[in-house]
T-cell receptor, first 115, second 114 residues
Framework: AQSVTQLDSQVPVFEEAPVELRCNYS??????LFWYVQYPNQGLQLLLK??????LVKSINGFEAEFNKSQTSFHLRKPSVHISDTAEYFC?????????????FGRGTSLIVHP | KAGVTQTPRYLIKTRGQQVTLSCSPI?????VSWYQQTPGQGLQFLFE???????NKGNFPGRFSGRQFSNSRSEMNVSTLELGDSALYLC?????????????FGPGTRLLVL
């Protein structure tokens, strides 16, 4: 069975500092990769996704993630975080299983940005 | 455009009862997926419906079932409730099958089983 590991359950960081949220997955077959964000008291919303092509994908609010097939990773980075980035971040992988794509989510990483 | 709506938002049931949750997708979206979110297991995929047919299914017992109507609205049913079914149930809709598509999540239905 496919698994997604978000290595850090919580990442505290100061405002304007860089941050990396790590995500590793187990599947070695064709995969589609996603990062979702959940702000306090809100539903999950897509941050960015990798389907094919360039391994570096970017969001409109300064986040980026790089697909690394050899290391089966899809780490999320931002060079300078804001207080408003405080949220729960979920890595998700859709991988082929029995002829269908089954989505698997990581347990989430809580990003806490301090002033 | 209105977002994904889920009703009810909160439910309290007792063991052995059954429950039906409802999800209205974004207009024009044909796929609806259901997830269970718990502190212990995180977000787990239940099933996906597309054009009134179940297309994908996660690893949950048969007590969990669903259906999709011709207007893409979906319902999820849990029979013979157990304490461990207490969770936030999330519905997500997408334009097409969810594998490559952006999913739009609803606010969830919080179910408490006593």
């Amino acid at each position: 069975a496919q698994s997604v590991t978000q290595l850090d359950s919580q990442v505290p960081v100061f405002e304007e500092a860089p941050v990396e949220l790590r995500c590793n997955y187990s599947s070695s077959v064709s995969v589609y990769l996603f990062w979702y964000v959940q702000y306090p008291n809100q539903g999950l919303q897509l941050l960015l996704k990798y389907l094919s092509g360039s391994t570096l994908v970017k969001s409109i609010n300064g986040f980026e993630a790089e697909f690394n097939k050899s290391q089966t990773s899809f780490h999320l980075r931002k060079p300078s975080v804001h207080i408003s980035d405080t949220a729960e971040y979920f890595c998700a992988v859709s991988a082929l299983s029995g002829g269908s794509y089954i989505p698997t989510f990581g347990r989430g990483t809580s990003l806490i940005v301090h002033p | 455009k209105a977002g994904v709506t889920q009703t009810p938002r909160y439910l309290i049931k007792t063991r052995g009862q059954q429950v039906t949750l409802s999800c209205s997708p974004i207009s024009g979206h044909r796929s609806v997926s259901w997830y269970q979110q718990t502190p212990g297991q995180g977000l787990q995929f239940l099933f996906e419906y597309f054009s009134e047919t179940q297309r994908n299914k996660g690893n949950f017992p048969g007590r969990f079932s669903g259906r999709q109507f011709s207007n893409s609205r979906s319902e999820m049913n849990v029979s013979t409730l157990e304490l461990g079914d207490s969770a936030l149930y999330l519905c997500a809709s997408s334009l097409d099958l969810a594998a490559q598509e952006t999913q739009y999540f609803g606010p969830g239905t919080r179910l408490l089983v006593l």
